[in-house]
């Protein structure tokens, strides 16, 4: 509270905790001065500065590897290739933004060629978790009548699943060449970069003809900053540095059951199991 009102924020309102995790505070003020006040000193607190209106939002479109999932797919892929540090490095840096997206991306799948389509369903079988509160968010919103998108610049065959799973409405990803049951190490079709999940966003709204300040997105990585950028509240989530300093909101402690509470929905509203 002392940290808002340093910021030259005037406290209109606030709530009482809300199922022991969030507390709402409403204020007069400049959001970024507050925003930066209340991160300086908050400890392991997520913050959220955003504006009443339209708070509660009407499409969700999110990014999967290390976001909606625990892990990176194409590095677990590689670790049946035997060369998952190789590929790791990469990842890591196309995430931070150091290197082209779509190079660094055809240069890994290249590093799969001859890769058994076998190992596809081990990872999904042995490797791919669900984020936990990831099905809570996306069922809670989708019950509310949200449109839910999955966007990956990972693979279908991984995209598909984990949409189903999670209860996604439609997914987007990279479809892996296939050859006599291996891995070409090429890609089929267009590729899933920043500017095709910004464009994704962007269809859906339209589709659903909703204004971008109804649209929530969220992603961890550098290929997710335009579509974070573009709508109306975008949520870095246990994100890169380029991600979490290009959203509104960047959420470090908590899990995706977070994105609920920032929209004003408590517990006993959740949709689970």
Not at 23 to 37: E, K, N, S, T, V
Not at 100 to 125: H, K, M, N, P, Y
Not at 126 to 145: C, N, Q, Y
Request: glycine letters at 10%; aromatic letters at 4%; charged letters at 20%.
């Amino acid at each position: 509270m002392a940290s808002l009102s340093a910021s030259g924020a005037r406290i209109i309102r606030q709530s009482g905790i809300i199922d022991d995790r969030a507390l709402d505070i409403f204020f007069a003020g400049d959001p970024l001065a507050a925003r930066q006040h209340l991160e300086a000193s908050a400890g392991q607190v997520d913050i959220a500065v955003q504006p009443e209106a339209n708070r509660l939002k009407k499409l969700l479109i999110s990014d999967m590897d290390s976001t909606m999932i625990t892990i990176e797919c194409i590095d677990e892929l590689a670790d049946y290739a035997g060369i998952k540090p190789q590929i790791a490095a990469i990842t890591e840096r196309a995430m931070l933004g150091e290197l082209d997206f779509e190079e660094a991306l055809r240069g890994r799948v290249a590093l799969l060629r001859g890769l058994d389509t076998s190992a596809i369903q081990q990872c999904l079988d042995e490797r791919v978790k669900i984020m936990p509160g990831a099905e809570t968010l996306v069922r809670t919103m989708a019950h509310s009548g949200a449109s839910t998108i999955l966007v990956s610049g990972g693979f279908t065959k991984f995209a598909k699943p984990v949409a189903q799973a999670i209860g996604f409405e439609s997914f987007h990803a990279n479809i892996l060449g296939e050859d006599g049951g291996s891995l070409t190490g090429a890609l089929d079709g267009p590729i899933v970069d920043s500017i095709r999940k910004d464009e994704l966003l962007q269809s859906g709204a339209r589709t659903a003809n909703l204004s971008l300040d109804l649209c929530m997105a969220v992603g961890d990585g550098a290929n997710d900053i335009p579509m974070l950028k573009r709508a109306g509240l975008g949520i870095a989530y246990h994100a890169k540095p380029k991600a979490a300093q290009a959203a509104d909101v960047a959420i470090k402690y908590n899990d995706l059951t977070a994105l609920l509470y920032i929209q004003g929905v408590p517990a006993d509203q959740w949709i689970t199991g």
